[in-house]
């Protein structure tokens, strides 16, 4: 087992960074009144912590009991018979499930899957707590007809059911699904944060931490708690007695993001370009989705770039990135800003040194 | 009909021979037996003129230029004379083509003289034979007609005065036609041997109308029949009938007689193989005769060669005997040659070209100069697979039992047509490809006769070998139903004819028309067309029946139009991405160089259609070009471009308005434009993105598969996003440390066993262990045996992180300590398995939530005072899962190491020994979960002990819950 999954803190008290969220969130539960929520936020800063621990704040440690279905759903979608799989996880008092995993389908989960569900009510004996969670992931990556195909839902059962919405940008979920449900923003970690836990964790394990190694970690982490204590644990399992200059292994994509920017650096022409292609490729085909290679790309050529270019470079960065979201296949639009860059950095150059 | 044709035989050959030596002086020499005049033009003129003077009363207006279509003709011919007379006169110039219509009482009666009457004009037909090409057998039905019509004269005259005079026109047009037909035969004729074995059995097959353009040759003797011929298409007409006269590309006709050719030996044996032989080597020297004819006249020395083939081969043919004596050296050179080689190693032709080249036609003029029946499936026939597949065995098994006793070659056209039938088609052709690979191998060389007859006798047993060429001809070689075909063909792609060939073939075809035309209109329709010989053929006729002459400004605009004409998507590519020389501008000088190109371009990307595929290409294929670009902003402009047809696909796609679809051509354009280049480019099928996507796919199917597995307490943290972005690394780092010695784990200290353990349990809460790259990992066996074969992880984890061109630093566990691990993993599973259903729901959570461990713990325990030792077995199998995992571990490596270590025994014995004096006291007072806890873990201790594989037996041992304990199976044995 390792320590991102060990140390998860399992209730509200124990919850170390969003301590006031938690607190928050803790009256609102004890108050048997707890409206939709919706959680959005940079991976790796806890939403999904929070989450299971304000489940469990609600039903007690039966919510810790679920099962795994993998269930393939019929629905009619007018003439046609569609089969959809999905995977749930469920307890007796509320199920996840991540519906952006059928793709273009995803509104027939939400307007058939996610209803019955919300309509059936939980057979309760004691009448309390009669209400059900959903809890939806990955909200943003639905469509918009999904998503408007939700808020109806959320708004007929909401009596006895309760969605718990989590993404990561809010900005694409609707207007209309936002105003329904309580914004919960869970902010990144701050670094001073990341290393209080690291040492709450080395405490535990009852390790010697050498001043200043925690920050070091928790600067490289790009404020992701998750990726602070897994390299934590990977600096552990590589060299026990920590010294404080201790190397911390980089993420193995970003390493090779650094590699293609100082490839193109290096050469601007029509041929290295098809080199980077190849490159870029590489990774797209590793599921590394092209929002974060194009974020990364840019930030390693302006760590490399002269100050005056880098205001339009962040320009074309922004244009490319738009236009990549509006369409359809990412290498164009990586490839068109590649090319954007080499065009300018070369005529830079043959400006500056003739 | 076959009678029929039988019967004349002697009189034919008289005929022949007298004729034949009049060959040999001028071919011309041929006609004086028979009406004709030598100038073949002036006795059509004479002809007419004879018939026109006394129907002058007709008005020549009534005859409309229009069209003629068959009933037209026949009405025609069957109406009084002054119908008759009317035809004649309508048409000197333009040969009787305009007609008025008349009663068709009489046409009728013509189609059946035709067929009943057929054997009085044979005496025409052996004449007919031999002069044009081996292949035209349609011909011979014709000509009966024909003569038919000319014998029966007598008979049906009655109906006027004038009809005597009438019917003389008649036949005098069909000379008209028959000389020109003549000629042509005279031109390409070279190779007329084959034509006597065809003869007997080309009149029992019925052809399709296509071929009856020839027909038009045999009835020299009887002109009456013009009409007829002369409303056929010039297509038709002037179908080339033999080898030397086709245009296609000369490679490539010879490489498909060769191929033909070796079929030789197992269609034919050698004996039979002579008459082919001497049609190929009289081609051989004829085709390269013709590779250097400039003119039509040149021919002529060939005609007479082809002539004196002719009629050696015809002496013989009497006896039905395929033999040529005449021929002998030529074969017998042939046979060294030949002989060795079996059939073809591709056992499927495939021609493939753009409409209009003459495709079809080349395969049924091969087919035939090498001695075949010709049987054609086309799209307009049955596809289904069942069908084709009892045609297929039509072809290789049966003889006919009618005279024409040639082999039959099968011609698969259009095969690229329909999609489901098509593929029918296919499939059928590869399974009788493959059933042939296989039981094909002692078939090879059989030189004889013998062959002819096993391989027949073999054919009844299996049905599904190949034993006869099939040619298939498609138009598009990359059409998704030949996928399978294009592996195992022979394929042959046609180029276009050179304008020069097809211009000389125009010019010669409308002087024979009376058409009045200049070369350089001609060069403007070939071009304008693309060298497709079928439309600029339609077009000239349409023209000349139309009076008017080819103008090569009005070129566009007389003509039809262009065909829409969808291009293979690799020429599209080839467009883009290459500069038109001013070819191509030529045609249309009235408009700019660039518009006409930007038309071209544009017409041809609409065509195709497929925009996502051909922006693929473009955006797979242009980084490649070599055009000047010094700052990138061509480069960026055409990625740009890019960006935009891919934003408005998407968007069209996503709202699906089609009709947004119309911009898609302009970005095609605007690469042209950019980066086009005069040197060919090389362009390649853009794989990547759709391997790009593929290959995504699989991946995410992998990591959503695995996260299944994992339990849910932890998978329900992991995103594939973040997963990839933030873990995949620092995991791959964490289970494989380096601090690791893979020594057996006795020799451990104990801080490293306390690694290992815990290194095990985050293997084993990730669902992750390693597997035999080759096998499933059943760590029992394999430990020992495949020491060499590699281990990697079992979710292939390491792959995310294993880009290409990029050593990611990442130690890797040597290969002993793998297997440990592997034995460990699984242990450490089992274990969790066998402790209960409900610890293991907990198991990962109850280490640190004391909370949970205190409920389990006060849970049901019916029989508190019970056992002292049950809480306490209890709450060791709770606290420590790393005690229990060392434990295990001991043993796993002990094992691994093939020593017998004593101390995991002792250590059970301790257990043991503590357990026994309330072993059954305690499962009858406990038998709750609890107790089954406890004996779980007991079992588990006997489980180390005894055998470490991790096979278990469950054996409920009584049939009340009184007494319910797991026994291994092994207790039983012994």
């Known amino acids: 087992m390792l320590w991102v999954d060990k140390y998860r803190p399992r209730t509200l008290d124990q919850i170390m960074v969003h301590q006031d969220v938690a607190q928050n969130l803790k009256k609102l539960v004890t108050e048997q009144d707890c409206p939709h929520l919706l959680f959005y936020g940079p991976s790796g800063s806890g939403k999904k912590t929070l989450i299971m621990a304000i489940i469990c704040q609600m039903f007690g440690p039966s919510a810790e009991k679920v099962k795994v279905e993998n269930r393939t759903w019929k629905v009619e979608a007018g003439s046609r018979n569609i089969d959809l799989e999905l995977t749930t996880l469920s307890s007796t008092n509320h199920v996840e499930l991540n519906p952006s995993d059928a793709g273009f389908q995803d509104r027939y989960i939400v307007q058939e899957i996610i209803k019955e569900m919300a309509k059936n009510r939980p057979i309760d004996t004691k009448g309390k707590k009669g209400f059900k969670v959903l809890v939806l992931n990955e909200v943003d990556k639905l469509s918009r007809e999904a998503q408007h195909s939700l808020r109806r839902t959320m708004e007929k059962y909401s009596t006895y059911c309760r969605l718990i919405l989590c993404c990561n940008s809010s900005s694409k979920v609707t207007e209309a699904i936002r105003s329904r449900c309580l914004n919960v923003r869970i902010k990144a970690p701050t670094e001073e944060q990341i290393v209080k836990v690291l040492e709450f964790i080395g405490k535990k394990e009852g390790l010697q931490i050498p001043s200043g190694f925690a920050a070091r970690i928790a600067e490289k982490s790009n404020r992701s708690l998750r990726r602070a204590i897994l390299s934590f644990e990977t600096c552990r399992v590589q060299q026990y007695p920590f010294t404080s200059n201790q190397s911390i292994p980089p993420m193995d994509w970003e390493e090779y993001i650094s590699e293609i920017a100082s490839d193109i650096m290096k050469e601007q022409s029509p041929k290295r370009l098809y080199q980077v292609r190849l490159k870029l490729y590489e990774l797209l085909v590793n599921c590394i989705p092209p929002e974060i290679i194009l974020k990364r790309l840019l930030y390693e050529l302006l760590k490399k770039l002269d100050i005056e270019l880098k205001h339009e470079v962040c320009h074309w960065a922004a244009y490319y990135e738009h236009r990549m979201r509006l369409g359809q296949k990412a290498i164009f639009h990586l490839e068109a800003f590649v090319a954007k860059f080499m065009s300018i950095y070369k005529a830079f150059l043959i400006a500056t040194f003739g | ?974």
Request: glycine share 4%.
């Open chain 2, 1 to 974: 009909m076959d009678m029929d044709m039988d019967i004349p035989l002697p009189e034919e050959l008289e005929l022949l021979e007298a004729q034949l030596h009049d060959h040999h002086e001028d071919y011309l020499d041929l006609e004086p037996p028979e009406p004709y005049p030598e100038d073949e033009q002036q006795q059509q003129q004479q002809q007419r003129s004879h018939f026109r003077s006394p129907p002058s009363d007709d008005d020549p207006p009534s005859s409309t230029p229009g069209v003629q279509s068959n009933g037209q003709k026949r009405s025609r011919t069957t109406d009084g004379p002054d119908a008759l007379l009317v035809l004649e006169e309508s048409g000197p110039s333009d040969e009787k083509r305009s007609r008025t219509t008349v009663e068709e009482d009489l046409p009728n009666e013509a189609d059946e003289d035709w067929l009943r009457y057929s054997p009085p004009p044979e005496e025409s037909e052996p004449m007919v034979v031999e002069e044009p090409a081996v292949v035209e057998e349609e011909k011979f039905v014709w000509r009966y007609a024909s003569e038919i019509d000319g014998d029966f004269i007598p008979v049906t005259a009655p109906s006027g005065g004038d009809r005597v005079y009438a019917k003389i026109n008649r036949f005098e047009k069909v000379e008209q036609p028959k000389k020109k037909f003549d000629v042509v035969s005279q031109s390409g004729g070279l190779i007329l041997e084959p034509i006597n074995v065809l003869l007997q059995k080309a009149e029992q097959e019925a052809f399709t109308k296509a071929m009856q353009a020839s027909s038009g040759e045999p009835n020299d003797i009887i002109p009456p029949e013009t009409p007829v011929v002369h409303e056929q298409l010039w297509v038709d007409k002037y179908a080339p009938n033999s080898f030397t006269e086709l245009l296609s590309d000369e490679q490539t006709n010879r490489e498909v007689l060769l191929w033909l050719k070796q079929w030789d030996s197992c269609v034919y044996g050698s004996e039979v193989r002579s008459t082919p032989d001497d049609v190929l080597s009289a081609l051989r020297r004829h085709s390269s005769i013709s590779q250097h004819r400039k003119s039509l006249d040149s021919n002529f020395p060939r005609k007479n060669r082809g002539s004196r083939w002719n009629k050696e081969d015809f002496s013989h043919s009497n006896a039905l005997d395929h033999k040529d004596s005449g021929a002998k050296g030529v074969q017998d050179l042939w046979n060294k040659k030949s002989r060795s080689t079996g059939p073809p190693e591709q056992k499927i032709l495939l021609l493939c070209g753009p409409p209009g080249l003459g495709k079809t036609t080349l395969a049924h003029v091969a087919a035939k100069h090498c001695g075949y029946r010709v049987i054609e499936v086309n799209a307009s026939d049955d596809r289904s697979s069942s069908t084709i597949e009892a045609k297929i065995l039509d072809v290789v098994q049966m003889n006919s039992v009618t005279v024409d006793s040639r082999p039959k070659c099968l011609v698969i056209d259009e095969i690229d047509g329909a999609l489901g039938d098509g593929k029918g088609a296919v499939e059928v052709i590869l399974k009788m490809v493959s059933a042939d690979k296989k039981s094909d191998t002692g078939k090879e060389n059989f030189p004889n006769e013998e062959n002819h007859e096993r391989t027949s006798a073999k054919k009844g047993r299996k049905t599904a070998s190949l034993l006869r060429p099939v040619i298939c001809i498609c138009n598009d070689l990359y059409a998704p139903a030949l996928r399978p075909l294009r592996q195992i063909a022979k394929v042959h792609v046609f180029v276009q004819p050179t304008v020069n060939r097809v211009v000389s073939r125009l010019k010669y075809i409308c002087n024979k028309e009376g058409m009045k035309t200049s070369s350089i209109a001609l060069t403007g329709l070939a071009e304008y067309t693309e060298c497709d010989i079928r439309s600029c053929l339609n077009t000239l006729q349409f023209l000349n029946k139309k009076k008017e002459t080819l103008n090569l400004l009005e070129l566009s605009s007389q003509v039809v139009g262009r065909k829409d004409m969808s291009k293979s998507i690799f020429d599209i590519w080839k467009e883009i991405f290459q500069k038109r020389k001013i070819k191509r501008e030529r045609t249309n000088t009235s408009s700019q160089p660039a518009s006409s190109e930007f038309e071209f371009l544009h017409s041809l990307v609409s065509n195709r259609g497929d925009y996502d595929m051909i922006v693929d290409g473009v955006h797979e294929n242009f980084l490649q070009l070599h055009y000047h670009d010094p700052v990138m902003q061509k480069t960026v402009k055409c990625l740009n471009s890019l960006g935009v047809s891919d934003l408005t696909h998407q968007y069209s796609m996503r709202t699906q308005q089609m009709a947004l679809f119309v911009y898609q051509p302009a970005i095609a354009i605007t690469v042209h434009r950019l980066v086009a280049q005069v040197q060919k480019p090389n362009i390649e099928w853009p794989r990547s993105y759709q391997r790009f996507r593929t290959t995504l796919m699989e991946k995410m199917d992998t990591l959503r598969s695995w996260f299944c597995e994992i339990p849910p307490y932890i998978s329900r943290h992991l995103s594939t996003n973040s997963f990839i972005e933030d873990s995949v690394s620092p995991l791959l780092h964490i289970l494989s440390p380096s601090t690791l010695r893979p020594v057996a784990v006795t020799l451990l200290s104990e801080k490293e066993k306390s690694d290992l353990a815990h290194l095990v349990s985050a293997m084993v809460s990730y669902s992750i262990t390693y597997k035999n790259v080759k096998f499933s990992p059943m760590p029992g066996e394999h430990r020992h045996e495949t020491t060499s074969d590699a281990l990697a992880f079992d979710p292939p984890i390491s792959d995310f992180v294993n880009f290409k061109g990029y050593t990611s630093g990442h130690y890797v566990v040597p290969l002993a300590m793998k297997q440990v691990l592997v034995h460990e993993v699984e242990k450490q599973r089992i274990f969790q398995v066998s402790t209960g259903r409900s610890v293991h729901l907990m198991d990962g959570c109850n280490k640190e939530n004391q909370i949970l461990f205190g409920k389990e713990t006060s849970g049901p325990q019916p029989a508190k005072g019970a056992l002292a030792e049950n809480p306490t077995t209890i709450s060791n199998l709770r606290q420590s899962k790393p005690t229990t995992s060392t434990i295990t571990s001991e043993f796993g490596s002990s094992s691994n190491a093939a020593t017998a270590s004593v101390k995991p025994k002792s250590s059970g014995d301790k257990k043991r020994s503590h357990n026994p004096s309330s072993f059954f006291d305690r499962f009858r007072k406990t038998n709750n979960k609890a107790s089954e806890n406890t004996d779980n873990f007991v079992q588990h201790e006997e489980t180390l002990e005894r055998d470490l594989r991790p096979l278990l037996f469950k054996f409920n041992e009584g049939f009340t819950n009184a007494v319910k304990r797991p026994v291994r199976i092994r207790e039983f044995l012994l």
